[in-house]
């Protein structure tokens, strides 16, 4: 599999509701850091594994964010799906799976709000066509995002635990690579990837863990939004 082949969604809808207090006027991918937005820096990650074409799936004031990048960003061609209301990560990718011009055979959905800049090249080198993956890493303590079991045997995600336990483990990344037959064929036009379809995908055994030791900052909160403004710094 090549990142050519796939279809490449950023989830670009939130309201950032947790960032009130620091980003209070525009989408959270709109995140000012150090006067450039946040999804600046997850659209030159994928142009830097060689991605052409994105496809932002916009909601809260998604007029922002089409206002400010147009029809392209540097070299890659930039297109729009935009939610007429609310309709979670889930209902967002499905929605913007249905405007995809062409077919695809898988697609990557990546979440607005984390930098995760995992070797793509390689991953998709393990993975296939008609599989479901969650790109996952490493962290030294899980209690800010919860953790997941993987099967040493077989690399499927065998749970997810909930937010609280602390020490080192293994995370989802918010990256995923999935079958689009599995967003397409869910009952419904609203629901959500984390709690709706990875929890099916597991009890299934139908989700593989993909691992990359890659650095991961999620901006959901002030303190991690700050540090990605010092980490950009030493870039």
Known sequence: MKVSEIAIFVLAGGMGTRLRTVVADR???????????????ILDYLRSQGAEEVTLLTGYLGSMISS??????????????????????????????????????????LNGDTYFPANLKRLLG?????????????????SRFGSLGVSHETGKVTAFMEKGASGQGLINSGTYILDPSTIL???????????????????????????????????????????????????
Not at 212 to 225: E, K, S, V
């Open 68 to 109: 400010h990048y147009g029809s392209s960003y540097r070299s890659i061609s930039l297109t729009y799906s935009q939610e007429p209301s609310p309709l979670g990560t889930g209902g967002a990718v499905k929605l913007a799976l249905k405007q995809s011009v062409g077919t695809h055979k898988a697609c990557m959905v």
């Open 126 to 142: 393990k993975c296939e066509f008609s599989s479901n993956y969650v790109l996952t890493t490493q962290v030294a303590d899980v």
């Open 27 to 41: 989408p959270k991918v709109m995140a000012d850091i150090g006067g450039r937005p946040f999804l600046d820096f």
């Open 185 to 235: 064929s869910f009952q419904g036009s609203s629901f959500s990837l984390e709690q709706d379809i990875l929890p099916v995908l597991v009890s299934r055994e139908m989700l593989l863990s993909v691992r990359d030791p890659a650095c991961f900052i999620d901006i959901g909160i002030p303190t991690d939004y700050a540090s990605f403004q010092s980490f950009v710094k030493k870039l």
